[in-house]
């Protein structure tokens, strides 16, 4: 019993390490390991060796897996470009296999030690994550030398002898067993280390371990596809492909396990080193062979798995928010940007709806205004739910003010929406059902103010894009002409009622609501440019404290 629990206890330490070396290298490079993703996705031979250097970074190519999925998904990545991204990771975690099998106790001690005194150190928070790193990585390999100590014992326990010998013999039961088991661990690393120890302490033979190794590729691919059942078709092309990769090599290997093994035996090499080496030459011969049909095995995938069609409120569903980066706090912001974008779009339709009403009395905009705030509010509390949950996870500081950046932006955006449905009733209630009109000088009037807010619309999600200090400087100006503007033409309108204008008297009030409503929304548009200019030092020390205490009603808004 104690040789069982040593031996459970040596393969949790060893998913564990993995696990800390993946997510502390995930939070401090993940933005990096994204754009490099990306940007080496355009060739496919780039692609795969981009593949293997990101799994050799992460030592996991689930890790990677989870990576690339999510990129396709969104569209950054096409999907042939992301299975030569995936057969990359596969060679890369051979190779990670074929580093950890050596004797490395003296290495593993010293990244112990280093990244404990690296964590504790706590100076910065990107040092914290490295020492994390360093104490996964040493823990990965301090876990292999207790799964040989503990598999030694085994070899004198005929129970033990028993359950592994029942294996032996039918290499299809060996290919299920292992496939299940790196499912289980959560690893196909592991389940290849395993196997190599089992061997070096003679429990099984090679008729054995190779199909074992076999299986645990056939699990990795499975287990990605598993952990993507309920994401979207685009997500799960890519895992899917990437396992009818390794069920194909796993076939045409098979029936040829046994000359194989006769050919290594013929050899003379060692059967831990054995294992490590036919699991890296069946990733490199399955990636050498696969890059060729990526592009066929995409289109599969793609038939078997078509985008939904006619999807029900599809434009209120977010398309951004990736769960499985929540984790990550750079990749997780990244994807709430973007749909934050998205909503920016739709304030956009929404500003376009409302002229159109203004101008061409268009009561179907109405409606259209009204449809569009209601998506608006879904994706902001969408966007407001996920950013909560990505503030449970350690932040750096920049991370925080970008957090505080995109919840601003949402919610200005979100409020401008509510402006722009109230102005469109307004129209409607106070102009078209009682057959009035603006006179041509008010709406032009109108009409030039609600072109300037477009074009500040762009700007502002230009400098939320790209955090630019001399387009937020810009922005400001821009808000500062408006109201100068708003001005001149409240003091135009006033010249007209005092000319009895028949048309400025009926509209007067809706006229100065609407001049109200749309510097109110060009004042939301410009907020996104405080917080950059204040980093930037060059906002004055009243307006600071103003920003300061408008963030402080952005997240306690965002908090209701």
């Known amino acids: 019993m104690t040789t069982l629990l040593n031996l459970l206890a040596g393969i949790a330490l060893l998913v564990w390490g993995t696990y800390l070396v993946r997510s502390s290298v995930l939070r401090v490079y993940g933005a990096q390991l994204r754009r490099f993703l990306t940007e080496s996705a355009g060739n496919r031979f780039i692609a795969l060796f981009c593949g293997l250097a990101v799994t050799s970074v992460l030592q996991s190519s689930t890790a990677t897996a989870l990576l690339t999925t999510s990129f ?17 990771a596969d060679v890369g975690t051979a190779l990670a296999a074929l580093f950890l099998s050596r004797d490395l106790s003296w290495v593993s001690s010293l990244l112990i030690f280093l990244g404990v005194v690296v964590f504790l150190s706590r100076q910065r928070m990107q040092a914290e994550h490295v020492g994390r790193a360093m104490i996964g990585l040493g823990l990965m390999m301090l876990a292999l030398k207790l799964v040989v100590a503990a598999t030694k014992p085994l070899t004198e326990n005929a129970g033990a002898q028993a359950v592994f010998g029942s294996l032996s013999g039918d290499p299809l039961l060996d290919v299920v067993f292992a496939a299940v088991f790196a499912v289980i661990a959560y690893s196909s690393l592991a389940v290849v280390l395993l196997t190599a120890a089992l061997v070096t302490s003679q429990v099984i033979g090679l008729d054995t371990a190779l199909p074992l190794v076999l299986g645990a590729n056939i699990g990795s691919g499975l287990l990605a596809v598993l952990m993507t059942l309920k994401a979207k078709p685009e997500v799960r092309r890519v895992p899917l492909g990437n396992l009818l990769f390794k069920l194909l090599g796993v076939a045409l290997v098979l029936p040829f396990i046994n000359p194989v093994i ?6 003379g090499w060692s059967p831990a080193l054995t294992v490590v080496l036919f699991h890296f030459a069946f990733n490199v011969s399955l990636a050498l062979i696969g890059i ?22 599809s434009s209120s569903t977010p398309r951004y928010l990736d769960l499985q980066t929540l984790t990550t706090p750079s990749l997780a912001l990244a994807n709430a940007s973007r749909e934050a974008l998205r909503v920016g779009d739709y304030v956009s339709e929404m500003l376009g709806a409302l002229g159109r009403l203004i101008r061409d009395k268009d009561r179907s905009a109405a409606e259209y205004v009204r449809q569009l705030d209601d998506t608006i509010d879904s994706l902001y509390k969408a966007i407001k739910l996920y950013l909560t949950q990505v503030s449970r996870s350690p932040m750096t500081e920049a991370e925080s003010r970008r957090w505080t950046d995109i919840i601003s932006f949402t919610i200005n955006l979100e409020q401008v929406g509510d402006i722009i449905e109230k102005s469109a009733n307004d129209v409607v209630g106070k102009n078209l059902d009682r057959q009035r009109h603006f006179s041509p000088a008010g709406l032009a009037e109108l009409m030039d103010l609600h072109e300037r807010l477009h074009t500040n619309l762009a700007l502002a999600m230009n400098v939320f894009l790209n955090n630019d200090v001399h387009d937020a400087q810009r922005l400001v100006e821009e808000k500062v002409k408006f109201r100068e503007l708003e001005m001149q033409n409240y003091e135009k309108h006033l010249s007209r009622l005092a000319d009895q204008t028949v048309q400025s008297l009926e509209t007067s009030s809706l006229h100065l609501d609407l001049m109200r409503d749309l510097k109110r929304i060009n004042s939301h548009f410009c907020s996104v440019a405080y917080p950059i200019l204040e980093s930037a030092g060059v906002l004055s020390e009243s307006r600071i404290r103003k920003v300061a205490h408008d963030r402080d009603v952005t997240i306690a808004e965002a908090a209701r």
């Open 72 to 88: 396709s998904g969104s569209g950054f990545i096409a999907t042939h470009a992301a299975l030569a991204i995936m057969l990359g």
């Open 262 to 267: 006769a050919w290594i035996t013929n050899h």
């Open 292 to 313: 060729t049909f990526v592009k066929p095995v995409a289109g599969l995938t793609t038939s078997l798995l078509p985008s939904r069609a006619n999807a029900v409120d």
